[in-house]
């Protein structure tokens, strides 16, 4: 389902993804995969994501940006239009 949703972006999306984050699509659509089952309301799930996502990219995060992270998706306020993110 998670993957499936991913599909719909473009390429130029997961390129850009890619060019930020040095992750490729393949590894975005395997990461969906792995996650579409979780209960992404559990915040020990949550810092298990966001842990891996940290070890993908080669980036720390702190204990407070973790926080911060989780309590954006706990409280569901995850930007709607992601794409634009990535053009900061």
Not at 12 to 22: D, G, L, P, R
Not at 59 to 64: G, P, Q
Request: proline share 1%; net charge positive; hydrophobic share 35%.
């Amino acid at each position: 389902m998670l993957g499936g949703f991913l599909m719909n972006f473009s390429d130029n999306f997961f390129s850009k993804v890619e060019k930020k984050t040095n992750v490729n699509k393949e590894t975005i659509l395997s990461l969906a995969n792995k996650l579409q089952g979780s209960n992404m309301k559990d915040e020990t799930t949550l810092r298990e994501v966001i842990s891996d996502l940290a070890k993908m990219t080669g980036r720390e995060v702190s204990k407070e940006k973790e926080q911060k992270i989780i309590d954006t998706i706990l409280n569901d306020k995850v930007p709607k239009n992601i794409d634009k993110m990535l053009d900061r």
